[in-house]
């Protein structure tokens, strides 16, 4: 085994990826597959995860993909996801908690319903799907290893801003303080806690901004660095958390956002 394999390598661990059938929980799957990972893609469209577990089969990695559908939006959707992923493994090494919604709307017009559905699916979901696999997670864990647990954050969680998408912005923030409070509690279980807050990354929820080069260059002029997210950026943070690399690292909120976490519009003496 080389230096970085033995630093970087996910080879034989099982992991679940939610909302993987598009955007970042797509990239953070094919790193995994890439690195040697068996994975399980579940979001609520089947066939899509279905087609995209083939597609990373057909990369020739050493790791392999496994489509099926995965609603977490309600109490018996994500008793029948625990259900299927138990069905294939009695352990889990790698859980991440991708699968999110957003809505966009002003302020004067933004509907009661739109503040539940958000926060349902990227809060309460999190937390009710990660206690149902604990057991799994537990069994998996070492000292020398633990189980790994990433939740999507968001800069937005991060940074004072809506742009509309109040309830979409709450939630982020609740996941973040909710990563930690869940890190402090799973440390001595062996499982660490960490969550990506990404900024502006091509995907199907920012299809509306960044779906075409002229519309992706535009965001990335609000970006320090000048560029929107790649997918080698959550390959990176991916591979890190969840290997022998990131084993000391536990309730982090790791900014994928090229600066925009530390952007601000303050001065205090230069003009």
């Not at 094919?30 to 066939?47: F, N, Y």
């Not at 939740?151 to 109040?166: E, F, H, I, K, R």
Request: charge should be neutral; charged fraction near 20%.
């Amino acid at each position: 085994m080389t230096y970085l394999d033995e630093l970087f390598s996910v080879a034989g661990k099982r992991a679940l990826v939610t909302g993987a059938a598009t955007g970042i929980g797509r990239m953070a799957a094919t790193a995994l597959v890439q690195a040697g990972a068996d994975v399980m893609i579940a979001s609520r469209k089947g066939a899509d995860c279905e087609r995209v577990a083939a597609e990373l089969n057909a990369l020739g990695a050493p790791g392999k993909a496994e489509g099926f559908a995965g609603d977490v939006s309600s109490e018996a959707g994500i008793a029948a996801l625990v259900g299927e992923v138990k069905n294939r493994t009695d352990r889990l090494n790698i859980l991440i908690n991708n699968a999110g919604v957003s809505w966009g709307e002003p302020l004067e017009s933004f509907p009661y319903h739109a503040w539940s559905k958000v926060m349902n699916v990227n809060v309460t979901a999190v937390f009710h799907l990660t206690r149902e696999l604990l057991p799994l997670l537990e069994k998996a864990a070492s000292d020398a290893d633990p189980a790994r647990v990433i939740n999507l954050g968001s800069v937005m969680g991060t940074q004072p801003l809506a742009d509309d998408a109040y309830s979409y912005t709450a939630s982020k923030a609740a996941v973040h303080h909710l990563t930690r409070t869940l890190a402090g509690e799973f440390a001595k279980r062996g499982i660490t806690v960490n969550a990506f807050a990404p900024g502006p990354f091509q995907s199907r929820m920012t299809a509306f901004a960044t779906g075409t080069e002229e519309k992706a260059e535009r965001v990335a002029s609000h970006v320090p660095i000048g560029r929107i997210g790649a997918p080698g950026d959550i390959a990176g943070a991916t591979l890190y958390l969840c290997s022998r690399a990131g084993s000391y690292v536990t309730g982090a909120i790791l900014p994928i956002d090229g600066g925009q976490s530390v952007q601000h519009g303050m001065t205090l003496f230069k003009e």
